[in-house]
T-cell receptor, first 114, second 111 residues
């Protein structure tokens, strides 16, 4: 199998606070994980590529200081939304690369910033 | 940059009818993948196509990759209510594993 978990599944936070989202590959090691954002009824947009032991690669237009990514081990990547604002409210989904060109997605985290 | 267009955006069918969604890339793809996302769920990997002109089948689902590796289609024969969801294509270019997603086709099936 290829199971990817995300925690938390839902989070509500106040504007100005920071939120950490964890992405774990449960039954395989993933040197590469990806973070996506999905707006309601929209497609997935790649935010960044997370590489174990090195800095993440961010897509154009994504603020690296706002969306901090840490891939500290072969099974865990974290995304921290710093100083969250209501416009950061979204569905954040991670995926983990099991083998070449094969990604498995986590269940997603719905973030609501009030 | 690379763009992946997907049509139609929505499709309503009666149970038993066929369904097709089409994907078109602005650039040649190294591979294309298809995902299904149920309402409230996350994308689930269905299949990957790599070769020019490739056709793969999974029960009632048929996936095709165009000869030029710029377009792809997913065809479902005799839809069932369990087929409801949004179907996304996603392509990658060159040696990159970054996926560019189409906007998806939301399928509803009337029983």
């Amino acid at each position: 199998g290829a199971v990817v978990s995300q925690h938390p599944s839902r989070v509500i936070c106040k504007s100005g606070t920071s939120v950490k989202i964890e992405c774990r590959s449960l039954d395989f090691q993933a040197t590469t994980m990806f973070w996506y954002r999905q707006f309601p009824k929209k497609s997935l947009m790649l935010m960044a590529t997370s590489n174990e032991g090195s800095k993440a690669t961010y897509e154009q237009g994504v603020e690296k200081d706002k969306f901090l990514i840490n891939h500290a081990s072969l099974t865990l990547s974290t995304l921290t939304v710093t100083s969250a604002h209501p416009e950061d409210s979204s569905f954040y989904i991670c995926s983990a690369r099991k083998r070449a060109y094969e990604q498995y997605f986590g269940p997603g985290t719905r973030l609501t910033v009030t | 940059g690379q763009q992946v267009m997907q049509i139609p955006q929505y499709q309503h069918v009666q149970e038993g009818e066929d369904f097709t969604t089409y994907c078109n890339s602005s650039t040649t793809l190294s591979n294309i993948q298809w995902y299904k996302q149920r309402p409230g769920g996350h994308p689930v990997f269905l299949i990957q196509l790599v070769k020019s002109g490739e056709v793969k089948k999974q029960k009632r689902l048929t996936f095709q990759f165009g000869e030029a590796k710029k377009n792809s289609s997913l065809h479902i024969t005799a839809t069932q209510t369990t087929d409801v969801g949004t179907y996304f294509c996603a392509g990658s270019q060159g040696g990159s594993e970054k996926l560019v997603f189409g906007k998806g086709t939301k399928l509803t099936v009337n029983p």
